[in-house]
C-alpha cells in the first residue's frame, strides 16, 4: 500500500467520525459532505502520486542523459588519447628510419 493509499484511507476515517459526531450535536446529516470530502481526497493522492511517479521519470532521464555524456566524453578521450599515441609512435618510427640511414652497422672503420 503506497503512503498516498494509506492517507486517503485515514482520511476518510476521521472525516466519517467528525461526520457523525456533527449529526449526532446538530441533527444534520453530513453523511454526503463526508463522502464528497473522501472523494476529494482519493484524487488529491491520485494526483500526487502521479506526480511522483513523473518526477521519477523526469530523474531517470536526467540520469540517462548524464550517463550518455559521460561516456561520450570518456569515448573523446579515449580517441584523442589513441591519436596521440598513434602520432607518436609514426614519430618513433621515422626517427628511427632516419638514424638507420645516418648509421651503418656494418661499416668498418
Known amino acids: 500500500m503506497s503512503l ?13 467520525g467528525a461526520g457523525d459526531k456533527v449529526s449526532e450535536l446538530t441533527g444534520v446529516d453530513l453523511s454526503g459532505a463526508a463522502d464528497q470530502a473522501t472523494q476529494a481526497t482519493g484524487g488529491l493522492a491520485e494526483t500526487g502520486q502521479g ?5 521519477t521519470t523526469a530523474g ?7 550517463t550518455t555524456a559521460g561516456q561520450g566524453a570518456v569515448d573523446s578521450a ?4 589513441q591519436g596521440a599515441v ?6 618513433g618510427d621515422a626517427a628511427t628510419g632516419l638514424a ?10
Open 100 to 109: 638507420g640511414n645516418a648509421i651503418d652497422p656494418n661499416a668498418r672503420g
Open 4 to 16: 498516498f493509499d494509506s492517507l486517503k484511507e485515514k482520511a476518510a476515517e476521521l472525516l466519517g
Open 51 to 55: 506526480l511522483a511517479e513523473n518526477a
Open 78 to 81: 579515449t580517441a584523442a588519447g
Open 86 to 91: 598513434d602520432s607518436t609512435g609514426a614519430f
Open 60 to 66: 531517470q532521464g536526467a540520469v540517462d542523459q548524464a
